[in-house]
């Protein structure tokens, strides 16, 4: 028992002194095909981070990215990019309480549903917490209003989203009045942009390219 205990004291002491002063262990970057575009609207394509260091929050505030070829991690701000996106998530750059944050399509077409996560408190325990937005793209000059980025409520989300989904007012009676559920939303606002689909972006060409060359590379 005493040899036992002498080489796991031993042991314990290698691993202590292996590890740098005064830093905790990072974990290694776990890297995915994505892209970002510029400020000035030019697509880079490499490859992000999705285990960055606080976890789900610290993509609404920055992402890690490596450039393809040789090269390292680096971190890329809300200064150097305007949208981003990896593994069939896209996120855009937007106004944030008096600063910027990227915010995350949850549906895209003529009307853009939202979110943003921040760490926050959840039935008075620490939690990341959200905040949804919805948009329409191609609200009338009488609905102009409409085409701002507006929070919605998940309390009265219903009401919220009435306005937007007027045209196709069948689609949003279905909607369930008292409970709110991200992706039932989200599927009600992705039925509704298939009578107004035009097909994809740019940015959504070039980030189907991403995941296209990603799967060729791997067959």
């Not at 314990?12 to 905790?24: C, E, I, N, T, Y």
């Not at 285990?51 to 929050?57: A, C, H, M, R």
């Not at 921040?118 to 409409?146: C, H, M, N, W």
Request: aromatic residues 12%; glycine residues 8%.
């Amino acid at each position: 028992m005493k040899k036992l205990l002498s080489a796991l004291f031993i042991a314990s002491s290698v691993v202590l002194l292996a590890q740098p002063k005064g830093k905790d262990p990072k974990m290694a970057a776990t890297l995915t095909p994505g892209y970002y575009c510029n400020l000035k609207g030019d697509t880079i394509k490499g490859e992000i981070q999705t285990n960055p260091t606080n976890g789900e929050v610290d993509f609404y505030k920055g992402f890690n990215f490596k450039p393809k070829g040789p090269g390292k991690v680096t971190a890329i701000s809300n200064k150097k990019a305007k949208a981003y996106g990896f593994d069939g998530r896209h996120f855009t750059l937007i106004p944030f309480d008096a600063d910027f944050a990227y915010i995350e399509y949850i549906a895209k077409g003529r009307l853009n549903f939202m979110e943003y996560k921040f760490a926050g408190s959840i039935a008075g325990q620490p939690g990341v917490e959200s905040r949804y937005f919805i948009q329409d793209t191609k609200a009338d000059d009488a609905s102009a209003d409409l085409r701002e980025l507006k929070q919605i409520s998940e309390k009265f989300y219903k009401k919220d989203v009435k306005p937007y989904m007027k045209a196709q007012i069948a689609t949003w009676e279905n909607l369930d009045k008292f409970t709110f559920n991200k992706e039932v939303l989200a599927n009600a606002i992705r039925e509704f942009n298939r009578y107004y689909d035009t097909g994809p972006t740019k940015v959504e060409v070039e980030a189907e390219k991403v995941t296209g060359e990603e799967k060729e590379a791997s067959e």
